[in-house]
Nanobody, 123 residues
Framework: QVQLVESGGGWVQAGGSLRLSCAAS????????MGWFRQTPGTEREFVAA????????VYADSVKGRFTISRDNAKNTVFLQMNSLKPEDTAVYHC????????????????WGQGTQVTVSS
């Protein structure tokens, strides 16, 4: 089992920035990647970004490319999501996920999930 604790959500005006963090604990030796999804009420979770835990590789949803940057701190088993130029449509609950690979994370959403942190962007 892996436990995830997210932080950094909040309220921001359009054009502003927020930085999300997600720290993993427990059985972290098999981490292949970590990432973020987001969800609004009545919709399915939407992939945002994922980073490989060993290779210098990351993937992003088209909707956030050029605005969001995912990074990691392997020593602290923590992943970050720097969100710039935020738009009202970025408003959602952002969930952290840890899995065996970024492919599994992006395509299947396979892994352990965090509880989520609310991001609200006002126009």
């Amino acid at each position: 089992q892996v436990q995830l604790v997210e932080s950094g959500g909040g309220w921001v005006q359009a054009g502003g920035s927020l930085r999300l963090s997600c720290a993993a604990s427990g059985q972290t030796s098999n981490i292949g990647g970590m990432g973020w999804f987001r969800q609004t009420p009545g919709t399915e979770r939407e992939f945002v970004a994922a980073v490989d835990w060993s290779a210098d590789s990351a993937v992003y949803a088209d909707s956030v490319k050029g605005r969001f940057t995912i990074s990691r701190d392997n020593a602290k088993n923590t992943v970050f999501l720097q969100m710039n130029s935020l738009k009202p449509e970025d408003t959602a609950v952002y969930h952290c996920i840890v899995g065996r690979s970024i492919q599994n994370i992006q395509a299947l959403g396979l892994g352990f999930w965090g509880q989520g942190t609310q991001v609200t962007v006002s126009s």
